[in-house]
């Protein structure tokens, strides 16, 4: 072991000392750094409560903000347009999602070449899901057959910043988990600066991924990905689409609240938050938080991790 892991390993053991013998959330330096990703809106109420949501995070000093990219492009001037305004009207560095699906080389490089102009420098590469769900991923005749190609042709096109995914309990598409670590290798080798993981529920399945990661020869910065959840039923949805597992636990803490959306909250803030704790003891430093647009449980865990919002007007910088 070489002189910086032991450093590491010594820390990491004082981290989670401090974590049982202090208040879960006493003294944290506030020193992790946070992104979050929004899905563009569909209608000018959505539109406003992203807005919101983006108005209320932003102090946060969030690193980057994403916008999501629907499969088969159903999304693109949405994205596009959310991205721009974002760019244009706030001082928040923004990442436009684009992915493989249903899109020949020459489309996405039009697609790239228009945020560019628009001064999108971060792009979140991915291969993308089928339109149809269940459907097997054929890749467009034109096209690129993977987000590791795809993160190469972007490359080509102009020098963005990229993330790409990362799954810590494997693509469902994957044989194994070792292919899998596979094709996060490619993507990294291929010019992508971190990758993003898929939500998990479990610290023990990110630090699983990730040391496997580090045996495998990936060296790029793996950032968990946080979904605090208030809805399970839309929860469970999502992770059998990613390969997610939701413990059983988890279902029974939300059983009974159906009626109850603000204690749902309580308890979707507190989980998510002790995870983060868990996560930060291990030694994380970034998180990326799924918002679903929507402001409230993500700020609360920043908040708890000693991230302050600071008192900034929106724009101040884009002024």
Not at 103 to 122: C, D, L, M, N, T
Not at 133 to 138: C, H, P, S
Not at 170 to 190: E, G, S
Request: hydrophobic share 40%; charged share 25%.
């Amino acid at each position: 072991m070489t002189q910086s892991a032991k450093n590491l390993s010594l820390q990491e053991m004082h981290e989670a000392r401090m974590a049982l013998d202090t208040p879960l959330f006493a003294g944290l330096a506030g020193d992790a750094e946070i992104s979050f990703e929004f899905f563009p809106p569909k209608s000018k109420k959505m539109e406003a409560t992203l807005w919101d949501s983006l108005t209320t995070l932003a102090p946060m000093n969030p690193r980057f903000v994403s916008v999501t990219y629907g499969a088969g492009g159903s999304t693109r001037e949405r994205t596009h347009a959310t991205v721009a305004r974002i760019i244009k009207e706030t001082n928040v560095p923004a990442a436009a999602h684009l992915t493989c699906v249903e899109a020949s080389k020459a489309e996405i490089r039009e697609v790239a070449e228009q945020y560019w102009e628009a001064g999108v420098r971060h792009i979140v590469a991915l291969r993308g899901d089928p339109p149809k769900i269940g459907a097997a991923f054929e890749p467009h005749p034109e096209g690129y057959a993977s987000a590791a190609d795809l993160v190469k042709g972007l490359k080509e096109i102009a020098p963005f910043e990229i993330s790409v995914a990362a799954y810590p309990e494997t693509h469902p598409d994957a044989n194994c988990p070792q292919t899998d670590l596979d094709n996060l290798k490619r993507k990294l080798d291929a010019g992508a600066t971190r990758a993003i993981t898929q939500f998990f529920f479990s610290p023990d399945a990110y630090f699983r991924f990730r040391d496997a990661a580090d045996a495998a020869g990936i060296t790029g910065e793996i950032t968990p990905g946080i979904l605090p959840v208030s809805n399970v039923a839309q929860t469970r949805k999502f992770a059998g689409m990613c390969g997610a597992q939701i413990p059983q636990w988890m279902d029974d803490l939300f059983e009974g609240l159906d009626d109850h959306p603000e204690t749902r909250k309580l308890v979707a803030a507190t989980v998510a938050a002790e995870m983060c704790r868990r996560l930060y003891a291990g030694g994380v430093r970034h998180f990326h938080f799924y918002t679903l647009n929507r402001a409230e449980l993500s700020f609360a865990i920043c908040h708890l991790l000693g991230i302050r919002a600071q008192k900034m007007a929106l724009t101040e910088a884009a002024e």
